[in-house]
C-alpha cells in the first residue's frame, strides 16, 4: 500500500532556480492537495484540485504553479526559487472532498532556498 | 475568516500524566472537526474525527468532543507515554473549503 508518495524528501535550491515537487497516489483519489509547513504557523494550502484537468489556488498560490493531467499525479512547480520558499512541503489526497473525509498525507518534501 | 485557534505549545508532561490541548474554530457552516497527529520525520496522520454536535471521536486513548456551543473540541488523553510525542494539529471542514489547520502543539513526553 504506497498511499501517497512524494519525492524528493530533501532538496537546496540556489535563488532563481526552479524545481518540480512530485506527488502521486495509488488510491484513485479524485481531490488532491499541496501545502506549505512553516515552523510555528501550521499548514497552509497552496493548491487544491478537484478532478484531472482542474486545479484552484488555495491560501498562499504565488511562486507556485501546478498542473492535474492524471488522476495519480499532483506536481508543485517552482519557478524562480527564493528564499521565502525554504519550508516542508506536503502533499494530501482525498476520495471526493467531502467535509467529514479524512486526508491522506505523504511523507513530506524539505525544501531550502540558500 | 475561517480559523482554527489551538493552545500554544511547546507541551512538556511526564509519563502517565493527563493532557489536554485546547482548540477553538471559527467557521461558517457546519463543519467537521478533526485532529491530526504528526511523528517525527513523517507527514500527518488522522488521530480522531467527529462530524456533528455532541459527538466524541476517540482513538489510542485520545478523545474529542464537538461542543458546538462553545465551538470548541479540546483534545484530551488520561495517561500519556513517551510515544505520544508528536505535533498535534486541529482542524475543520466546511461545505467545499479545503481542510483548515491550527498552528500545531508540540508534545513532549518524559519518562
Known amino acids: 500500500n504506497a498511499g501517497v508518495t512524494q519525492t524528493p524528501k530533501f532538496r537546496i535550491l540556489k535563488i532563481g532556480q526552479s524545481m518540480t515537487l512530485q506527488c502521486t497516489q495509488d488510491?484513485?483519489?479524485?481531490?488532491m492537495y499541496w501545502y506549505r509547513q512553516d515552523p510555528g504557523m501550521g499548514l497552509k494550502l497552496i493548491y487544491y484540485?478537484?478532478?484531472?484537468?482542474?486545479?484552484d489556488k488555495g491560501e498562499v498560490p504565488n511562486g507556485y504553479n501546478v498542473s492535474r493531467s492524471t488522476t495519480e499525479d499532483f506536481p508543485l512547480r517552482l519557478e524562480l526559487a527564493a528564499p521565502s520558499q525554504t519550508s516542508v512541503y506536503f502533499c494530501a489526497s482525498s476520495y471526493s472532498g467531502r467535509s467529514n473525509e479524512k486526508l491522506f498525507f505523504g511523507s513530506g518534501t524539505q525544501l531550502s532556498v540558500l | 475568516g475561517d480559523s482554527v485557534t489551538q493552545m500554544e505549545g511547546p507541551v512538556t508532561l511526564s509519563e502517565e500524566a493527563f493532557l489536554t490541548i485546547n482548540c477553538t474554530y471559527t467557521?461558517?457552516?457546519?463543519?467537521?472537526l478533526f485532529w491530526y497527529v504528526q511523528y517525527p520525520g513523517e507527514g500527518l496522520q488522522l488521530l480522531l474525527k467527529a462530524t456533528k454536535a455532541d459527538d466524541k471521536g476517540s482513538n489510542k486513548g485520545f478523545e474529542a468532543t464537538y461542543r458546538k456551543e462553545t465551538t470548541s473540541f479540546h483534545l484530551e488523553k488520561g495517561s500519556v507515554q513517551v510515544s505520544d510525542s508528536a505535533v498535534y494539529f486541529c482542524?475543520?471542514?466546511?461545505?467545499?473549503?479545503?481542510?483548515?489547520f491550527g498552528k500545531g502543539t508540540r508534545l513532549s513526553v518524559i519518562a
Open positions: 467557521a461558517t457552516g457546519y463543519p467537521s
Open positions: 488510491m484513485n483519489h479524485n481531490y
Open positions: 484540485s478537484v478532478g484531472a484537468g482542474i486545479t
Open positions: 482542524a475543520f471542514h466546511s461545505g467545499n473549503t479545503p481542510l483548515v
